[in-house]
Nanobody, 123 residues
């Protein structure tokens, strides 16, 4: 079992920044990929980006590339999502999740999920 807990969400003005955290406990994250997803009201959950736990390689959706950065702290068993230049369309509940597939980008490839944290960007 892996438990994931997101934090750091809140209300921010357009152009601002937020950093989300995802603290993991339970089974080791070695040889896994940690992903971030988001779900806006009335929309399907969508992939934001991922990071491989061992090597730290990252991959992002086009909509956030150049604005969002994913990192991890192995000592703290925590993954971060640094969000800069935020736009109103970034408003969503943000989720972190774990996958054993290094190249996972779809929801079905992730087996453990956090409860989500709300991010609201005002215009």
């Amino acid at each position: 079992q892996v438990q994931l807990v997101e934090s750091g969400g809140g209300l921010v003005q357009a152009g601002g920044s937020l950093r989300l955290s995802c603290a993991a406990s339970g089974r080791t994250l070695s040889s896994t990929t940690m992903g971030w997803f988001r779900q806006a009201p009335g929309k399907e959950r969508e992939f934001v980006g991922r990071i491989t736990w061992n090597g730290g390689g990252t991959y992002y959706a086009d909509s956030v590339k150049g604005r969002f950065t994913i990192s991890r702290d192995k000592a703290k068993n925590t993954v971060y999502l640094q969000m800069n230049s935020l736009k109103p369309e970034d408003t969503a509940v943000y989720y972190c999740a774990r996958s054993v597939d290094f190249y996972a980008t779809s929801i079905s490839e992730y087996d453990y999920w956090g409860q989500g944290t709300q991010v609201t960007v005002s215009s």
